[in-house]
């Protein structure tokens, strides 16, 4: 495990080198050392925007070599989001470095985690709209009907991954409706602990086929007590049909 002097120790050569290179039209930390909040677990995140006579490919596979070649990763996985390249690199003693680079004409905050360090940065867009409770019920549903099929078929391992998902936009509309970030988990840990703890009857305890009955029907009715938290008249429409669904008695 990294010592909390050795990430800043590693940051601080990236931000040198970067702010050294002529390729980059600005350079920005993010996450939480961007807002003076970074605790134990956090990672290195840091922003570039990438001039346009740079060559873009060429400069992100310049990093990536260093990455390697300087600063001993073992391993990187690749997220391309639009125009932006966003990379997460795996080095020893687990820190974990997160770079991202975004043509110049994208470059911007998409969050208040977002501290320029040098050059500029695009006006940052209005903040993503949050999904809306519909999505998540519906999504509650969809999983539930594959949880269905997957007990029936006796796919007992795929059937506690969609016991999980119904789980999960339970949750999220949960948080949706204490004010909450719904995305990925993120406002979770921030609700009531009653709360939380009607959710314990919707863990899958093992993998058979009884106890996925138990779980399926112990989450299906969580998220319809959701879904009539946030839409009493979407409620009405679904109680039924997943009732039945899940084999659960009125």
Sequence with gaps: MY????????????????????RFSGVAVCGSAAVG?????????LAFGVAPAA????????????MYDVFGSLHHVEIATGSAVYRAFLLPGTLQVDLNFVPADDFRAHGPKFRLLSGSAREQLPPVTALAPDHYAGMGWLYAMQARSCIGRGKLWQAERMVVGIREQALALTCLRHGLPALHGAGVDQLPQSLLTAYVDCL???????????????????????VDAVDPELHKRLAGTLMSLAGISR
């Design 3 to 22: 010592s909390n002097n050795e990430r800043t120790q590693v940051r601080e050569r990236l931000v040198s080198r970067a702010l050294a290179d002529s």
């Design 204 to 226: 899958v305890g093992a993998i058979d086929a009884a106890e996925l009955d138990r779980a399926f029907r112990a989450v299906v009715t969580r998220l319809l007590e959701e």
């Design 55 to 66: 060559g873009f490919s060429t400069t992100v596979a310049d990093w990536t070599a260093d």
């Design 37 to 45: 909040r970074e605790d134990t677990w956090s990672d290195i995140d």
